[in-house]
């Protein structure tokens, strides 16, 4: 039963890729929802900057993503249900060329490999890199204008900044997925916030395969023809989300780098602002104090292959009261929580 003066059940918060994939779940399962989406070009947007890459094997490590055998199929079969829903192109498979950057990483994927570790995304290693299957990238640029379109169509987005708490008086439930300005919110001053900030080079190069991503470090995504992106940087602490020329003079060593001197043009610089734990895992779950204030945040730099998954554990609750997964649930950080936001 919704709250008094409400309009739906649901009110979501922030319209990144967690919000968009919470929403659509909520289309899907048909629990009444509205969406509030924040301040244009805010830096909680880091969504709209991303690239979107779905990476099986990721990190200096060389360690299978977090979930990646549950996580993966639920996302492919969200993304290729939102295509033939809205008629937009937004997942492609791709793989990911990982080149050894020295001679540890060299030595731990050739024994991952041997050992059946990295299987069945690594079956082979060659003695400079690996080839990694299963990846994809989800387009999110085109992924957000094709949801804000269709909600906006459907009288069920509209763009506002709300009063987490003060929602919740006509809501039967408020889900802030705002990246970092849910994170900055007093609402959650008990979960302990990392930040990241990222950047990423546009370039115009020409003839690049169209579904592999080349991996020393940083990465090269084809995007279109004639068109990739280089990133991204990792710059913890900091929430500004200015390019800089620093970043900017890395990445096109990377650049050079990974297209072997062949020429290319940068024709834009973006940055976003990452929200991770120091767990490394996602974030979600009730407010322990306002029961009727939930949260969805801290996807790090794999929000593409969680928020389908995430989005469907908050299914799960509302529609059967089955509760959060522990390894994400904010009562892991909450426990001693008192008072309120």
Known sequence: MKAPGAEADVLI?????????LAWECERAGIPFRL??????????????????????????????WHIEAALPVARAAYREIESAWGVKVWREMRVRRIF?????????????ARGELAPYVVAAEMDGLW??????????????AAQEHWTRAGLWRRETVDLVAETARYDL???CRGLAGALDPAWVTVPWEFSKGETLELAVANLPADVIPNSGHWLLPVAQGAAWCGATHTPGVVDATPTADARKTLEGSAAQLLGGQLYTVTGHTA???????DRHPVAGRHPVVARLGLLNGLGAKGALLAPMLARQWINHLAEGVPFDTAIDVARFTTTHRGSP
Do not use: F, W
């Not at 909680?44 to 490590?61: D, E, F, K, L, W």
């Not at 990694?132 to 204008?145: C, F, K, N, Q, T």
């Open 13 to 21: 918060v922030g319209q990144g890729i967690a919000g968009t994939l």
């Open 36 to 65: 509030a989406a924040g301040a244009e070009g805010a830096p909680a947007m880091v969504s709209r900057v991303a690239a979107g890459i779905i990476n099986p094997v990721t990190g200096q490590r060389l360690v299978k993503s």
């Open 101 to 113: 950057k020295n001679e540890r990483e060299r030595r731990t994927g050739l024994e991952k490999t």
């Open 132 to 145: 990694i299957e299963g990846a994809a990238r989800v387009d999110l640029p085109v992924l957000l204008a």
């Open 174 to 176: 408020v889900v802030d």
């Open 272 to 278: 976003g602002v990452r929200v991770n734990l120091p």
